[in-house]
């Protein structure tokens, strides 16, 4: 396997700013947002394929608002991807990139 080398300048994404009563409502496309900062604990991913799902939704709606993040918040921890960075503190994927 070939690793990623190219890390892009920005991403695409749907985001959201503000709560509502339907994701249809809030949610937006964004094409040119910054690649986000990896902290040490944590690792990029190339997304290939993401998804909704029940806890995005109600997420959206305003539910579950103490795991939240400032807004804009990008949903979607359903992925598949490459990782393509890692943190200084992840150790299992750093021999494979």
């Known amino acids: 396997m070939a690793a990623v080398t190219t890390i892009p300048y920005h991403v695409k994404a749907w985001i959201y700013s503000e709560h509502g ?19 040490p604990d944590q690792v990029l991913i190339k997304v290939v394929a993401a998804a909704l799902d029940p806890v995005d939704f109600l997420k959206t709606q305003g539910h579950h608002q103490d795991s939240h ?28 990139l």
Do not use: C, R, W
């Open 69 to 96: 993040y400032p807004f804009p918040i990008v949903p979607g921890y359903d992925v598949a991807g490459v990782v393509v960075k890692v943190g200084t503190a992840v150790m299992k994927f750093k021999g494979q």
């Open 21 to 39: 009563k339907s994701s249809v409502h809030v949610l937006k496309f964004e094409n040119n947002l910054p690649i986000p900062v990896t902290k």
